[in-house]
């Protein structure tokens, strides 16, 4: 299913706009554009509410005809257990975490994954863990299968290993088969002032350097169902209302490309 992430609101939910929207305004305006799926990615009001809260932002996400996924950071096996109670009050099929190895080093990460996977597997909840740069991806490939768990698999998000040098092509083939839930955000490099070093930030999906349909003909996210999941790097664009409307733009542009790419494929 086709989805999108806080992250794609990530301008307008924070205080550098007048009127910050709320977690509701962000399930409104995605169910508005189609979306099937919200996943609330790193948010940290999400962690604090009570069972009541809970129960009445699922409400709401029913309402709007949207089922919910999470997002966290971190696998410490008490953490995993509470967002695991959080999933499933929401009704959410996915909880995507990373593992951040100054906090928990691989080989105890790897005794917390097996230590959470059984209450996981047992709820019908998967954990997909991130690609990203702070865990080399043949690394998170390897603790994947060592702990073994079909509830456990992995986010795939190609552009987030580029600061650890790793070929975006080659994270997507690393992970294809364990991949549990897709992060589709383009990225592109551009020269700084001076032809002096490089950026490596957002672009608009298609304009940049991921390779949509290659990481969607590996993954085969519809046949498997895997969630895809709409996030940016939108850099700040000078003004609040500027930055607003292209956030707006960018995820408006991107749910169009996914659902033209489904009608190509379905014709």
């Not at 953490?79 to 959410?92: K, P, S």
């Not at 549990?180 to 002032?193: G, I, Q, S, Y």
């Amino acid at each position: 299913m086709l989805g999108i992430s806080t992250y794609a609101y990530l301008w307008r939910a924070s205080d550098r706009v007048p009127e910050p929207w709320t977690l509701p305004q962000m399930l409104a305006d995605a169910a508005s554009l189609g979306a099937e799926v919200f996943e609330i990615c790193d948010h940290a009001p999400l962690e604090g509410m009570d069972a009541a809260q809970l129960h009445e932002l699922r409400s709401l996400a029913d309402d709007l005809g949207l089922r919910l996924a999470v997002g966290t950071r971190g696998v410490r096996a008490a953490h995993l257990r509470r967002f695991l109670e959080i999933a499933e009050a929401l009704g959410a099929g996915t909880v995507r975490s990373m593992v951040q190895p100054a906090d928990t080093p691989v080989d105890v990460a790897r005794e917390q994954l097996r230590a959470a996977m059984p209450a996981y597997a047992a709820a019908g909840v998967e954990l997909a863990l991130e690609t990203y740069e702070q865990l080399p991806t043949t690394a998170l490939v390897e603790l994947v299968e060592t702990v073994d768990s079909p509830a456990l698999g992995i986010t795939l998000d190609p552009g987030n290993a580029v600061a650890a040098l790793e070929r975006p092509a080659d994270v997507v083939a690393a992970t294809a088969a364990h991949v549990k839930n897709l992060h589709v955000k383009d990225f592109a490099f551009t020269r700084e002032p001076g032809w002096v070093g490089f950026t490596f930030s957002g672009a608009r999906l298609g304009e940049g350097l991921l390779d949509y349909a290659a990481m969607v003909a590996a993954v085969a996210p519809e046949e498997r169902g895997i969630d895809q999941i709409i996030e940016h790097w939108l850099p700040w664009q000078g003004d609040a209302e500027t930055t607003a409307t292209a956030e707006h733009d960018w995820t408006v542009h991107s749910m169009d490309c996914l659902k033209s790419h489904l009608r190509r494929t379905h014709a």
